[in-house]
């Protein structure tokens, strides 16, 4: 009798074995899958983040670009509001009888599309060295540069990130202008002196910048643009000496009737 106990015994444990070990093997099977699931929706999460901050990176500098060149247009046609200025290839779409010399080395276009490219990638550089490595190491917990939270922060950044750009032209410019051949390291040399003065003439960027309120309301692009040119405008006609007559190239002075110096 004692045999038939323990065996009705042991096989009532099998059945209750059986009955939970597919329920056991479900549950793990839907853990395991629940696990790699979310696995795959952080990695989807993570590369739709790196793709949104790549687009509204590449947005933000293609929105820089655009506002320098702008920008740099506008204070051309301050310094020299009645005088014909030699923009290379672009010079017949003024309609106004403007012969070209050179399409690109020397002319005004070489200069409103290279400084201001250059002006992008420099601020770009410099804005993301402050906030990652500068301002940490400096003890600055703002969560941006500006001239409200980090003043002499802001002009040291603007002082910096546009010398380096502005050099940055003159050095390309006099190593690929075929024009310079025998005399690149004297135009290089002959820059380095206005591009210093120049550049200390940016003080007065925060009072433009608040002047026209950049950043808030409508068509802030427009007056951030306005307010960036009047920035340029003393670089131009104090630091480099680019104002009315003066700072013309000789194809510009034969543009205007002026005897070639």
Same mark, same amino acid.
């Given at each position: 009798m004692a045999w038939v106990i323990a065996a009705s015994g042991a096989l009532r444990r099998l059945a209750r074995a059986t009955e939970t070990t597919p329920k056991r093997v479900q549950a793990t099977v839907h853990n395991r899958f629940r696990f790699k699931s979310s696995e795959r929706d952080v990695q989807g999460s993570e590369a739709t983040d790196a793709a949104s901050t790549w687009t509204r990176t590449f947005g933000n500098a293609w929105r820089t670009f655009l506002m320098?060149?702008?920008a740099?247009?506008? $204070?051309?046609?301050m310094v020299h509001p009645f005088q014909k200025l030699d923009y290379g290839a !672009?010079?017949?779409?003024?309609?106004?009888? /403007?012969?070209?010399? %050179?399409?690109?080395?020397?002319? /005004? !276009?070489?200069?409103? !599309?290279?400084?201001?490219?250059?002006?992008?990638?420099?601020?770009?550089?410099?804005? *993301?060295?402050?906030? /990652?490595? #500068?301002?940490?190491?400096?003890?600055?917990?703002?969560?941006t540069m500006s001239f409200a939270t980090t003043? %002499?922060?802001?002009?040291? %950044?603007?002082?910096?990130?546009?010398?380096? *750009?502005?050099?940055?032209?003159?050095?390309?410019? $006099?190593r690929l202008n075929p024009d310079l051949e025998g005399g690149r390291c004297e135009f290089l040399s002959s820059k380095l002196k206005p591009l210093a003065t120049g550049m200390g003439l940016q003080w007065h960027a925060p009072l433009m910048i608040e002047l026209f309120r950049v950043g808030k309301g409508r068509l802030s692009f427009l007056r951030e643009t306005v307010a960036i040119a009047f920035v340029f405008l003393p670089v131009k006609a104090l630091g480099f #000496?680019?104002?009315?007559? %003066?700072?013309?190239?000789?194809?510009? /002075?034969? !543009?205007n009737g002026l005897e070639t110096l």
């Amino acid at each position: 009798m004692a045999w038939v106990i323990a065996a009705s015994g042991a096989l009532r444990r099998l059945a209750r074995a059986t009955e939970t070990t597919p329920k056991r093997v479900q549950a793990t099977v839907h853990n395991r899958f629940r696990f790699k699931s979310s696995e795959r929706d952080v990695q989807g999460s993570e590369a739709t983040d790196a793709a949104s901050t790549w687009t509204r990176t590449f947005g933000n500098a293609w929105r820089t670009f655009l506002m320098y060149v702008g920008a740099n247009g506008l $204070s051309n046609a301050m310094v020299h509001p009645f005088q014909k200025l030699d923009y290379g290839a !672009l010079s017949p779409l003024f309609m106004d009888g /403007r012969s070209v010399e %050179n399409l690109w080395w020397g002319t /005004r !276009l070489e200069h409103l !599309l290279v400084v201001p490219a250059l002006l992008t990638m420099s601020g770009g550089v410099t804005d *993301a060295f402050w906030k /990652r490595i #500068g301002m940490p190491l400096l003890g600055i917990h703002a969560k941006t540069m500006s001239f409200a939270t980090t003043p %002499n922060l802001y002009l040291v %950044n603007l002082y910096a990130f546009t010398f380096c *750009a502005v050099w940055l032209f003159f050095f390309q410019h $006099s190593r690929l202008n075929p024009d310079l051949e025998g005399g690149r390291c004297e135009f290089l040399s002959s820059k380095l002196k206005p591009l210093a003065t120049g550049m200390g003439l940016q003080w007065h960027a925060p009072l433009m910048i608040e002047l026209f309120r950049v950043g808030k309301g409508r068509l802030s692009f427009l007056r951030e643009t306005v307010a960036i040119a009047f920035v340029f405008l003393p670089v131009k006609a104090l630091g480099f #000496g680019d104002f009315m007559e %003066n700072g013309l190239s000789p194809h510009e /002075r034969k !543009l205007n009737g002026l005897e070639t110096l």
